[in-house]
């Protein structure tokens, strides 16, 4: 482990970097596409995909601070995109769901999403595409996400 740590050096952490920001970006187009800003496509892909949830379990796992949070989802519930549902075991606080159309949002931008990662898996000689897929486990791993489809 520890020569493979001495391999990763400055220059390669830097390298990594630019490829993520610039995969990021490329990305984000797709929600720029729907009317949303990147965080808000993510807190709704958050909602979407988790169902409904208080919003202190959405601030922690989109790493926002409340306040920012409040003011995301105020513009979500104004595009009709979510909304707030009273919480079932406490009558002060609120859960927030995805609405058909905010899943409907969610949905074309994943779509979007995942066609712009395989058009840009096409145009790569075949040795990079497989290098690209075998290195998937690890970049998983990297960005703390299990093995989902």
């Known amino acids: 482990m520890e020569s493979v740590m001495q391999e990763i050096d400055a220059e390669a952490a830097a390298r990594l970097r630019r490829v993520v920001v610039r995969l990021a970006r490329t990305l984000n187009g797709s929600a720029v596409a729907e009317g949303l800003s ?34 995301m989802l105020t513009k979500l519930d104004e595009r009709g995109l979510i ?22 949002t969610c949905d074309r931008i994943r779509a979007a999403r995942t066609e712009m990662v395989k058009e840009l898996l096409r145009e790569l000689p075949p040795h990079y595409v497989r290098a690209v897929l075998d290195a998937l486990p690890a970049l998983e791993a990297m960005a703390g996400l299990e093995q989902r489809s």
């Open 38 to 71: 990147p965080t808000q496509a993510s807190i709704l892909a958050t909602i979407g995909f988790r169902g409904p949830m208080q919003p202190a379990a959405i601030a922690e796992a989109e790493g926002v601070n409340p306040t920012m949070l409040s003011r």
């Open 83 to 104: 909304r707030r549902l009273p919480h079932p075991g406490d009558q002060r606080a609120v859960l927030v769901e995805a609405t058909p159309a905010g899943q409907q």
